[in-house]
């Protein structure tokens, strides 16, 4: 059973400051990590991917993901209360049919309230 | 404008009923899917859809369920005799190609079973 762990939280840290969110995989093939912002009643919105060890940048947010250690955070930088939300990781999973699969396992997501 | 918008939005149905979920792409979308999230529980996997077949479906996805792309732009997901078990957000979801760029989610149905 292939898992994504993540701590739900909450996670609460003030306006301006940087939001710092883990999640954990359990299979060492996984390829492709995505991180998924999710207000409560909506769907789930991407906001980053990311397949390479290291950083990616995109405006306020930081993915890191280190593929040894199983490991992808997300980091939000200047926090705004409109951040404010549960934010998903998530793990491509080939799955048993190959290449037409590819679908996605989550985490359980990590609740993240920024307050003014 | 979202990219894939999912009707209804809400449905409330009687146990035993059957109840269709639609999805309407406006890309051109390739591999489509379902997922579910019960209330404070994580978004799981239901079944994936290619080329007019499905790909794979998952533990959840019993002969209650089946999906379809009857008209190819329309891919809905019927519950045959639903149970209370199955309320919940339900989530049609499409990608384009490569698996590294990620999945568009359409904007949900909130199924309540009574």
């Known amino acids: 059973q292939k898992e994504v762990e993540q701590n739900s939280g909450p996670l609460s840290v003030p306006e301006g400051a940087i939001a710092s969110l883990n999640c954990t995989y359990s299979d060492r093939g996984s390829q492709s990590f995505f991180w998924y912002r999710q207000y409560s009643g909506k769907s789930p919105e991407l906001i980053m991917f990311i397949y390479s060890n290291g950083d990616k940048e995109d405006g306020r947010f930081t993915a890191q993901l280190n593929k040894a250690s199983q490991y992808v955070s997300l980091l939000i930088r200047d926090s705004q209360p409109s951040d404010s939300a549960t934010y998903l990781c998530?793990?491509?999973?080939?799955?048993?049919?190959?290449?037409?699969?590819?679908?996605?396992?989550f985490g359980k997501g990590t609740l993240l309230t920024v307050n003014p | 404008e979202p990219e894939v918008t999912q009707t209804p939005s809400h449905q409330v149905t009687q146990m035993g009923q059957e109840v269709i979920l639609r999805c309407v792409p406006i890309s051109n979308h390739l591999y489509f899917y379902w997922y579910r999230q019960i209330l404070g529980q994580k978004v799981e996997f239901l079944v994936s859809?290619?080329?007019?077949?499905?790909?794979?479906k998952s533990e959840i996805f019993d002969d209650q369920f089946s999906v379809e792309r009857p008209d190819g732009s329309n891919f809905t997901l019927k519950i045959r005799s639903t149970k209370l078990e199955d309320s919940a957000m339900y989530f049609c979801a499409v990608r384009t190609g490569s698996r590294h760029y990620g999945y568009t989610f359409g904007s949900g149905t909130r199924l309540t079973v009574v």
């Open positions: 859809f290619y080329n007019n077949e499905i790909s794979e």
């Open positions: 998530a793990v491509v999973d080939i799955g048993g049919s190959g290449g037409s699969n590819y679908k996605l396992t």
